[in-house]
């Protein structure tokens, strides 16, 4: 059974710092994909950003230039560095990973942590 943990959430004033982990546990041997998702109050999902294999492939418009993802392929673990904070990114942030193939298992699927919640306020 694989799951997703996130870590990191808090309450920070504008302008700060949080940075997120999420850890895949469970007999994986491979994940393509991992990105995170948020949604705030009344708003749809919204992808943040999204890592494939080392190679950054996304960040929504609103925090480029604020987040940077990364990844640790060895330990299953992506982060989420959020700096230059905003109010608007408020939410509760969830972790997604893609494509994860577990041992003796012949195709991916994908999987969600159960979200962890950022606050940005004065």
């Known amino acids: 059974q694989v799951q997703l943990v996130e870590s990191g959430g808090g309450l920070v004033q504008p302008g700060g710092s949080l940075r997120l982990s999420c850890l895949a546990s469970?007999?994986?041997?491979?994940?393509?994909?991992m990105g995170w998702y948020r949604q705030a109050p009344g708003r749809e999902r919204e992808l943040v950003a999204d890592?494939?294999?080392?190679?950054?492939?996304y960040y929504v418009e609103s925090v480029k230039g604020r987040f940077a993802i990364s990844r640790d392929n060895a330990k299953n673990t992506v982060h989420l560095q959020m700096d230059s904070l905003k109010p608007e990114d408020t939410a509760v942030y969830y972790c997604n990973a893609r494509g994860v193939y577990t041992v003796g298992s012949w195709y991916g699927r994908e999987y969600w942590g159960k979200g962890t919640l950022v606050t940005v306020s004065s």
């Open positions: 890592i494939t294999s080392g190679v950054v492939t």
């Open positions: 469970g007999s994986i041997s491979r994940i393509n994909a």
